[in-house]
């Protein structure tokens, strides 16, 4: 079965197609002829994945999901938050969107922190919500380099490492993506 994927983020889906295997082919919106960058202009990480879903839905008529996620940093309110992925500045840049983080948390000791990945899913005229939540810290600097986005600074809780410092493989298994991802394959399962 072909499922769109309303991202272009090459890393994403390559981490998705992963875990979901050749039970579904997971293609991208510049697959489908979509060139438009969706806005996200909701006010939670829910609204985002809904706007995305459903505008490839209402667009181009086809079985979608689509994520956003946020890190929720305790110490700063749930910072960044909804503004992840642009924490920074709107040139979205990772590096920038790390060190302001580490700069804000320079003199706090509360580091604990969480990941949260919303999916829709919209596929026979219905709309079914995913959720992923995994529980951290910030570490003090940047480690690894596998992964994208807050990786390098993000230590899941129970263990010594990054995200970064972890293999795909590893990283899936407990990742906010990965869980929501595997609530979505399960569901997925069920109903063919």
Do not use: W
Request: net charge negative; hydrophobic share 40%.
């Amino acid at each position: 079965m072909k499922l769109v994927f309303a991202s272009n983020n090459k890393n994403k889906i390559a981490e998705i197609q992963q875990q979901v295997g050749a039970q579904f082919e997971i293609v991208s919106l510049e697959d489908i002829g979509c060139f438009v960058d969706i806005p996200e202009t909701a006010e939670s990480i829910e609204g985002n994945a809904i706007l995305k879903a459903n505008y490839v839905t209402e667009n181009f008529g086809l079985p979608c999901f689509a994520d956003d996620t946020g890190l929720e940093i305790e110490s700063l309110n749930n910072e960044p938050g909804v503004y992840s992925a642009r924490y920074a500045g709107e040139q979205k840049n990772a590096e920038d969107n790390m060190n302001l983080v580490l700069q804000k948390l320079a003199s706090k000791t509360n580091r604990k922190a969480q990941f949260k990945t919303i999916i829709a899913l919209n596929i026979y005229n219905q709309q079914y919500l995913f959720e992923g939540i995994v529980k951290g810290e910030i570490a003090a600097e940047k480690s690894g380099n596998q992964g994208f986005g807050y990786d390098p600074v993000f230590q899941p809780e129970g263990f010594s490492t990054t995200f970064a410092q972890m293999t795909m493989e590893q990283k899936s298994v407990i990742s906010h993506r990965g869980i929501a991802v595997q609530k979505l394959i399960n569901f997925l399962s069920n109903l063919s």
